[in-house]
């Protein structure tokens, strides 16, 4: 698992991580590459700042309180929009990051 997580960032990484954040598939992708890096114990600096801010800063409150079941289906919602990458690793790390109220 670890190997493929590491392919799929140095396959994807150079395209993605070099392009500006926007809010569409590029900023869903960028999400995706740098918290696999987080998963694997690789963060990817400075680079990946936006690319996580993005995705933490979807947070579901109702009546004051966080409600981590709905942030994670909303954060789902938003990797799910690259389509370019697998849709069992982007429902992996959002199951292991998507109920956290902020980043790591």
Sequence with gaps: MRLAVLSFIAVGA??????PVHADSNTACGAV???AGEAA????????AGYLASYFSIRVFKGGAFKPGETMSERGNFLN?????DSSMRSTLNSQYGHQEFGP
């Design 14 to 19: 150079a395209v993605a991580l070099s392009q």
């Design 41 to 48: 114990g690789q963060g990817g600096g400075g680079r990946c």
């Design 33 to 35: 590459l740098c918290l």
């Design 81 to 85: 929009e690259n389509s370019s990458s």
